[in-house]
């Protein structure tokens, strides 16, 4: 299994699912543009191959694992996750993690969560783990309007139980997460949306969370995501997280990239360019 480090932080890319995204319904606008200058982005269909990856990382003695992607549930529009495959076959426990940490609480980060026991309660699928969630992404999602809308019932389901067993801990942005880790504020895709920085004998890197979803991005970052809360302050993020990482010569790990999503980003020619690990 492929495993990245980052000093003396182990990261190691666990699949929930892949996914094929249509250009023309993911990022509006912008459909056309894409089929034509990025076809070899695209597979024979047109579509966009995309990925539902998470991140285990190890460091300074604990076991986090960042986003838990879709979810067993089956839910209407959307595949069923395999991070408990995904897990298992990187010989990793449930019972083995320490801490969740949620970049946001859209539906394809927060799936594993929680399971549904026969009873109809939901029980923590990571028995040992607490649940990091930010404080202004809580705040937000928790609020009725949005708790009770329409295609939101993984709120109910993956976040709000995990309050109600005392497992969930809300944390205010930029917050140091350990020696090594610290959440880097990424608003605009959701409104508390983090990175997770990771910084080790001088080696750095960054799990980008939904910051970005596509390589395209990197030469046009304004190209937002239809599920960006606020497309234009997500561009503004999005474009100055790739600067800086180039600039600091973090190591890249992205979710929503093709599996597994690790490289690094680098400037030729005055473009963006990825450079897969
Ligand atoms: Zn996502």
Same mark, same amino acid.
């Given at each position: 299994?492929?495993?990245?480090? #980052?000093?003396?932080?182990?990261? @190691?890319? =666990? ?8 250009? &023309?319904?993911?990022? /509006? !606008? ?26 285990? #990382?190890?460091?300074?003695?604990? @076991?986090? =694992?960042?986003d ?6 089956? &839910?209407?529009?959307? /595949? !069923? ?22 970049t946001h609480?859209h539906?394809d980060h927060?799936?594993?969560? @929680? ?71 990424t608003?605009g895709h959701t409104?508390?949306h983090?990175a ?12 980008v969370g939904d910051a970005s979803h ?11 995501p239809?599920f960006d ?5 997500s561009?503004?993020?999005r ?15 992205a979710g929503h ?21």
């Amino acid at each position: 299994m492929l495993k990245a480090s #980052v000093g003396a932080v182990e990261v @190691t890319p =666990l699949l929930d699912c892949a996914i094929l995204m249509n250009p &023309r319904t993911f990022i /509006p !606008g912008h459909g056309d543009e894409f089929a034509t200058e990025f076809a070899h982005m695209a597979d024979e269909r047109g579509l966009m191959p995309m990925a539902v990856t998470c991140y285990l #990382v190890r460091s300074a003695g604990r @076991t986090y =694992l960042i986003d838990t992607g879709l979810g067993g549930r089956k &839910r209407p529009g959307f /595949p !069923g996750g395999h991070l408990d495959q995904s897990l298992a076959d990187a010989g990793v426990a449930p019972s083995d993690i320490d801490v969740v940490l949620n970049t946001h609480m859209h539906i394809d980060h927060v799936g594993w969560n @929680t399971l549904d026991a026969p009873d109809g309660s939901r029980a923590a699928f990571f028995p040992k783990a607490e649940y990091w969630f930010l404080e202004d992404e809580w705040a937000f999602w928790m609020q009725p309007e949005h708790l009770e809308a329409p295609g939101n019932a993984h709120l109910s389901e993956c976040a709000a139980p995990l309050m109600e067993q005392g497992r969930a801990r809300l944390v205010k942005g930029e917050t140091a997460i350990d020696e090594h880790l610290v959440y880097i504020p990424t608003p605009g895709h959701t409104p508390g949306h983090v990175a997770v920085g990771i910084a080790s004998q001088g080696e750095r890197g960054v799990v980008v969370g939904d910051a970005s979803h596509h390589p395209v991005q990197l030469v046009h970052p304004d190209w937002s995501p239809s599920f960006d809360w606020d497309p234009v302050m997500s561009a503004k993020t999005r474009d100055l997280l790739f600067d800086r990482v180039i600039d600091e010569e973090r190591t890249w790990f992205a979710g929503h990239w093709e599996h597994p999503g690790i490289g690094r980003l680098i400037r030729l020619d005055g473009k963006r360019q990825f450079r897969a690990l």
